[in-house]
């Protein structure tokens, strides 16, 4: 399985982004997805994971900005960020596994490269 991730740039805050990951090869392995960020001196956090049913989970200092969602027919899993604030500045990466419960654990077994997300203040 190979992601691709893409669709980070610079913002202001206040404003919006909508992040996607392209997944190929076998992807009949994957049921979840998540998405994750690290900002510079920081460890890497579970931003957002979604279930191919579409069950979701969220850190809490994204509620209610972030959406994630995917388009299985397209394979690939979108995250809608919306208000974004300075402290959201991070690289941002997707992850897929058979399970759900390895993408909240951050040990998919499956990795894109990262995006950049800059919000400015």
């Known amino acids: 399985v190979q992601l691709q991730a893409f669709g980070g740039g610079l913002v202001q805050a206040g404003g919006s982004l909508r992040l996607s990951c392209a997944a190929s090869g076998s992807i009949f392995s994957i049921n979840a997805m998540g998405w994750y960020r690290q900002a510079p001196g920081k460890q890497r956090e579970l931003v957002a994971a979604?279930?191919?049913?579409?069950?979701?989970n969220y850190a809490d200092s994204v509620k209610g900005r972030f959406t994630i969602s995917r388009d299985n027919a397209k394979n690939t899993m979108y995250l809608r960020m919306v208000s974004l604030k300075p402290e959201d500045t991070a690289v941002y990466y997707c992850?897929?596994?058979?399970?759900?419960?390895?993408?909240?654990?951050?040990?998919?077994?499956?990795w894109g490269q990262g995006t950049q997300v800059t919000v400015s203040s």
């Open positions: 979604i279930t191919s049913g579409g069950s979701t």
């Open positions: 992850a897929a596994d058979r399970l759900f419960s390895n993408i909240v654990a951050q040990r998919g077994a499956y």
